[in-house]
């Protein structure tokens, strides 16, 4: 199984997502998956993490998922020289039991150029890092997945299901 996550935030509380897939080339997601968790820790600069990870592991341990692969919105490194972002984290409270290949829309401190794809017909490229899983693999999988856009069809579609769900929240508070 192969899992895109996405974080949502309101003022104190995480929304995660997620959809799972079997095949990088599927349209439509065989699961979805959410979780709320209140009282997420402010925003510290360099430290998003903090921030993010206990909503990932909350979702993953809720949904009983142990996915092969776990697609993140954001960096598993944050630069050449390997400091950890949210991906490696995430590898490390999992204890390796999955891969992980970050996705980030923005370039972020001396990223790599090799960590650039294109999809579509896109000028804006697509950052790919990854651990448990060579780079090139990783932008290979990102590459087949469905849809003609920069950003693949399902990692929209879990973006969509984290903003609804968090807006759905505040409207029933």
């Keep these: ?37 209140n009282n997420i820790v402010d925003y510290e600069p360099g430290q ?20 092969e692969i776990i697609v993140i919105d954001g960096y598993v490194t944050l630069n050449d020289q390997g400091t950890p972002g949210l991906g490696e984290h995430l590898y490390k409270a ?3 039991k999955s891969q992980i290949i ?39 999988n990102i590459l087949k997945m469905y849809g003609q856009n920069r950003i693949p069809v399902l990692l929209k579609l879990v973006d ?3 903003r609804e769900t968090a807006k759905n929240a505040q409207t029933n508070c």
């Design 94 to 96: 999992i204890e390796g």
């Design 102 to 140: 970050g996705v980030a829309k923005k370039s972020f401190m001396k990223i790599n150029e090799r960590t650039k794809i294109f999809r579509g017909n896109s000028k804006n490229p697509l950052f790919i890092t990854s651990i448990g899983i060579d780079i090139e693999e990783a932008k290979n």
């Design 1 to 37: 199984m192969i899992l895109a996550i996405d974080v949502h935030y309101t003022d104190d509380q995480g929304f995660v997502s997620a959809v799972s897939f079997n095949n990088w080339s599927d349209k439509e997601p065989s699961g979805k998956y959410y979780a709320v968790l």
């Design 160 to 162: 969509t299901l984290c």
């Design 48 to 67: 998003f993490y903090k921030r993010e990870l206990p909503c990932i592991l909350k979702l993953l341990d809720e949904s009983s998922l142990n996915p």
